[in-house]
Nanobody
Framework: QVQLVESGGGLVQPGGSLKLSCAASTSIFSIWNMGWFRQAPGKERELVATITASGRTVYADSVKGRFTISRDNAKNSVDLKMNNLIPEDTAVYYC????????WGQGTQVTVSS
């Protein structure tokens, strides 16, 4: 059972930045496709960004140009750098990974508020 552990959430003012990190407990991380999803109160979980094993990235339209997903296969980790945050980015952010099997992190809260 692969475990994903997120870190880096918190409270930030509009226009600020945060970096989320996700550590994976697998020795074959390099073949995993990874991603970040988020769920705001009263809303469905939605895709934020994904990165394939080969490094190809996909972003939700709402975060393009502001968020950057990256991975470090040597550290078994995937990051989400979030810039120019807006209140609508407030949500619980979940790390996601799959190599056919699927794993989810426990979630980390991001709150954008003045």
């Amino acid at each position: 059972q692969v475990q994903l552990v997120e870190s880096g959430g918190g409270l930030v003012q509009p226009g600020g930045s945060l970096k989320l990190s996700c550590a994976a407990s697998t020795s074959i991380f390099s073949i995993w496709n990874m991603g970040w999803f988020r769920q705001a109160p009263g809303k469905e979980r939605e895709l934020v960004a994904t990165i394939t094993a080969s490094g190809r990235t996909v972003y939700a339209d709402s975060v393009k140009g502001r968020f950057t997903i990256s991975r470090d296969n040597a550290k078994n980790s995937v990051d989400l750098k979030m810039n120019n945050l807006i209140p609508e980015d407030t949500a619980v952010y979940y790390c996601y990974g799959t190599d056919g099997r699927v794993a989810w992190g426990q979630g980390t809260q991001v709150t954008v508020s003045s």
